[in-house]
């Protein structure tokens, strides 16, 4: 599985962005997450959904702003970020779960992507 974020840039506070990860066929019985890693902080959860987009989790942070969904003919996973703010800053990552069911965990996480940066500016 090879996994392609695409669509960070830079966006002012207030705006949007949506986020692609191309997958790859392989990953589509996967749950699909996207985390994110700011500068000097670790990495955290940011949304994740399952294998068939039935269920979706996010972090408290982000939830009502951020939406999660996938496309399995296109084997695309998107993350559309609405309502931007300053602190929504970092490198975003899509993965691939072990398992069926989406996951906060990054354990449970068996591929990355190389992340896309977003930039909230103020």
């Known amino acids: 599985v090879q996994l392609q974020a695409s669509g960070g840039g830079l966006v002012p506070t207030g705006g949007s962005l949506r986020l692609s990860c191309a997958a790859g066929r392989t990953a589509s019985n996967n749950g699909m997450g996207w985390f994110r890693q700011a500068p000097g902080k670790e990495r955290e959860f940011v949304a994740t959904?399952?294998?068939?987009?039935?269920?979706?989790n996010y972090a408290d942070s982000v939830k009502g702003r951020f939406t999660i969904s996938r496309d399995r003919v296109k084997n695309t996973v998107y993350l559309q970020m609405n309502s931007l703010k300053v602190e929504d800053t970092a490198v975003y990552y899509c993965?691939?779960?072990?398992?069926?069911?989406?996951?906060?965990?990054?354990?449970?996480?068996?591929?990355w992507g190389q992340g896309t940066l977003v930039t909230v500016s103020s």
């Open positions: 959904l399952d294998w068939n987009g039935a269920n979706t």
């Open positions: 993965a691939a779960s072990r398992y069926a069911r989406g996951s906060s965990q990054a354990g449970a996480y068996v591929k």
